[in-house]
């Protein structure tokens, strides 16, 4: 009796649910398995008062997701988990989205780096998400930095570091001051600026 050689196949969303549930951040990149660690608590902090921040000024009819899972395409063997999204209501699916989101933010980490500035950024603009967000969680100046989908690509078109107010209309217009998505005090009052 022979045993033959077999090609490995590619993952799907569905061999995800054996992954184990240990707090790292399990997503698909053409059916290869490609594992985040746990987030640390700078990034969760970040992620919280973002998350707080966009749903006391958003309209009813957006969700703010908190680390939704996306699928790309039809056979599954792409899926990634942006930190926070933004969706219109109407596009809410269960259990992964399947339609681009408004938004997508990802919060940078030092593990993350190449990750979020040209991997997801590139396949973020290629599933269509309309505007993206990269947030460097720096302890002595935080920056936020919008990319704007033009042409099958991502343009460069706001930003703003420390204290500077960030202004956008997408998802829906709104204020930020970066410095308050990781300073002490009292970052409710502040974080949309004057």
Not at 12 to 41: H, K, Q, W
Request: hydrophobic content about 35%; overall charge negative.
């Amino acid at each position: 009796m022979s045993i033959g050689k077999t090609e490995p196949r590619p993952l799907t969303v569905d061999d995800l649910a054996r992954t184990p549930d240990d707090g790292r951040r399990y997503e698909l990149v053409d059916g290869r398995l490609d594992v985040s660690p746990a987030p640390v608590f700078l990034h969760t902090l970040v992620d919280s008062r973002l998350t707080t921040h966009l749903n006391n000024i958003g309209p009813d009819d957006h969700v703010v997701l908190t680390g939704p899972g996306i699928n790309f395409n039809a056979d599954r063997t792409h899926h990634r988990i942006p930190d926070l999204a933004v969706i219109r209501a109407e596009d809410a699916e269960s259990p992964y989205l399947t339609r681009p989101p408004l938004l997508a933010v990802e919060i940078v980490s030092p593990e993350s780096v190449i990750r979020d500035n040209h991997t997801k950024r590139r396949e973020y603009a290629e599933f269509g998400i309309v505007s993206y967000w990269i947030v460097n969680p720096a302890p002595d100046k935080t920056g936020l930095v919008e990319f704007r989908l033009e042409n099958g690509g991502y343009r460069e078109v706001t930003q703003a570091y420390g204290e500077e107010v960030f202004e956008t209309e997408l998802p829906f217009p709104l204020r930020i001051v970066p410095h308050w998505l990781t300073a002490d005090g009292p970052w409710k009052k502040q974080i949309g600026g004057d």
